[in-house]
């Protein structure tokens, strides 16, 4: 039994870019990871100044890298859903994926509203 999911997870598979897309969504997912990284920069500043113990500081950065590696990966078969999740969480906005063919751009908008 296939489901709605494994539908469109197939279609993301067969999805297929241009160099001008590759472009667009390297660029993309650079700047939202850029942006990403530096909240967890300026957040691990505002801690290390009040913290007692320096572990709490490692372990902050030690889950925000592991959270980060997971929500980031650059695999042009998952790129369509790491898109939407970027978006939903406010971390992308979808101007920056301008330059993108409709069919990505529809398949990463039907995952930013999951």
């Not at 301008?98 to 069919?103: E, I, K, P, V, Y």
């Amino acid at each position: 039994m296939t489901g709605s999911g494994e539908d469109s997870e197939g279609a993301m598979r067969d999805l297929r870019w241009s160099a001008a897309e590759k472009a667009v969504a390297r660029k993309a997912f650079d700047g939202a990871l850029q942006r990403e990284l530096q909240a967890v920069m300026r957040e691990a500043k505002e801690m290390a100044a009040k913290i007692q113990e320096p572990a709490e500081l490692e372990r902050y950065l030690n889950e925000q890298r592991r959270e980060i590696d997971q929500r980031y990966d650059y695999r042009y078969s998952v790129l369509p859903s790491v898109f939407g999740e970027l978006i939903r969480r406010g971390c992308l906005r979808e101007e920056e994926l301008d330059g993108l063919g409709a069919d990505k751009f529809n398949t990463i908008r039907r995952y930013a509203r999951r």
